[in-house]
């Protein structure tokens, strides 16, 4: 996406990024609660005064219906396409143009657009920017290669929590209709983009796009409920921190590196190692952002208490209806390992076993039956 000419600075519109802190209690800058204004001047650090374009996709769907998804999608939202959200801070995006061409491979053709990107900005520019290693459009967020943008934002975008009730911008776009709710400045595609073949130095054509209207922030909030805590013991936090800490130092730097060697050999549609790499690549940002999803939202339970009843992060022994003993920690859902004995205390028996001392007898409803159990301890 292009806009007409360059600009001194990112046109951030203040009321936009005011209602998106509103919707988002969770949206934190370098860690802490920001302003609007903290929020735009960080926006503003990634802006290149000298260049025209502000993002670079690629989609495997029609440009048509990808744009339509980019117009229902509110900002901070995920659904249905949240790609370059960062543009929906801004005003003027009436005036963009989108340009595009037909590739057999979507991947190589970005990475190489990201490239010439980078190659264009001058070095004392790129030095200004908030993140000067990592050279992208504005509303670019990461390379090709998954290499992110340090821009100290986090919970940019709503969790995508399975399960949580669809928002009415959600609803809407389900129903392949856009509706009045988006920001001023936000394009409604009219018609659907083309272009000449791969390669062409035809002009593709401009999309004809209209402003759509402003929608106010309803008063006391977003009204949208706010997201349960996900429920940890301290050692499960840690456990986690490792985790986290393990694949952004470790193993995304060589995914990373494995994904780079296999791009030297050129030709990517026939090449195992890359599209192997990427796929491991897939899987391991998904755990990041899972985890980190994790500890924006935890609560920390005590492991062990003095009154003798089981709780989150007590460690109970049973006897079973045989005689046999069993040892069980309670945790949360997220750190169960029923093979280890660390069951999760929504569980069946974990359900059974909360709030009982020693000397109870309890009964579960598991799928083989009800299983009675007695506790012999509690600590």
């Known amino acids: 996406m292009e806009i007409p000419a360059p600009l001194p600075s990112a046109p951030v519109d203040l009321a ?20 609007g ?19 670079i996709g690629m989609s495997t769907a029609s440009i048509g219906s990808r ?16 790609g370059g959200y960062w543009l929906k801070t801004l005003t003027g995006l009436e005036r963009c143009r989108v340009w595009w061409a037909e590739t057999d491979a979507a991947e190589e053709y970005e990475d190489a ?10 070095a004392e520019v790129a030095a200004k920017l908030h993140d000067p290693e ?3 459009p504005f509303a670019n967020l990461q390379t090709a290669d998954r290499v992110r943008k340090h821009h100290g934002i986090a919970g940019g975008l709503r969790p995508d929590e399975e399960g949580r009730p669809a928002t009415g911008a959600e609803r809407l776009a389900a129903a392949g209709k856009t509706g009045a709710g988006a920001p001023s400045g936000i394009l409604r595609s009219r018609t659907v983009l083309r272009s000449g073949e791969p390669g062409s130095r035809r002009t593709p054509t401009r999309a004809t796009t209209t402003p759509r209207p402003r929608r106010e922030a309803p008063a006391g909030g977003s009204g949208k409920a706010p997201r349960a805590p996900t429920r940890l013991s301290e050692s499960g936090v840690a456990a986690l921190r490792v985790e986290l800490h393990e694949l952004t130092t470790v193993t995304r730097p060589a995914i990373v590196a494995r994904i780079a060697a296999a791009r030297e050999l050129g030709d990517l549609r026939e090449n195992s190692d890359y599209h192997e790499a990427r796929r491991e690549q897939s899987f391991a940002e998904g755990r990041i952002r899972a985890i980190e999803d994790l500890l924006r939202h935890v609560e920390i339970i005590e492991e062990g208490h003095d009154d003798g009843r089981a709780r989150l992060g007590s460690t109970i022994v049973v006897e079973g209806p045989h005689g046999d003993e069993e040892v069980y920690t309670l945790v949360g859902s997220s750190e169960a390992q029923p093979g280890a004995g660390r069951i999760s205390a929504s569980s069946p028996i974990g359900a059974a076993l909360i709030g009982g001392v020693a ?18 301890e509690v600590r």
Do not use: C
């Open 16 to 35: 936009v990024v005011g209602r998106w802190l509103d919707d988002l209690p969770d949206l934190t800058l370098d860690g802490a609660r920001p302003t």
């Open 37 to 55: 204004k903290d929020l735009a001047a960080r926006l503003n650090g990634f802006w290149l005064p000298d260049q025209t374009v502000v993002y």
């Open 67 to 82: 744009v339509a998804a980019f117009v229902r999608t509110s900002l901070g939202e995920r659904r249905p396409h949240a």
């Open 113 to 122: 657009l990201f490239g010439a990107f980078a190659a264009t900005v001058p």
């Open 134 to 136: 990592v050279i992208l």
């Open 359 to 376: 000397g109870d007898e309890v009964e579960a409803v598991v799928p083989s039956g009800r299983l009675r159990m007695r506790i012999l």
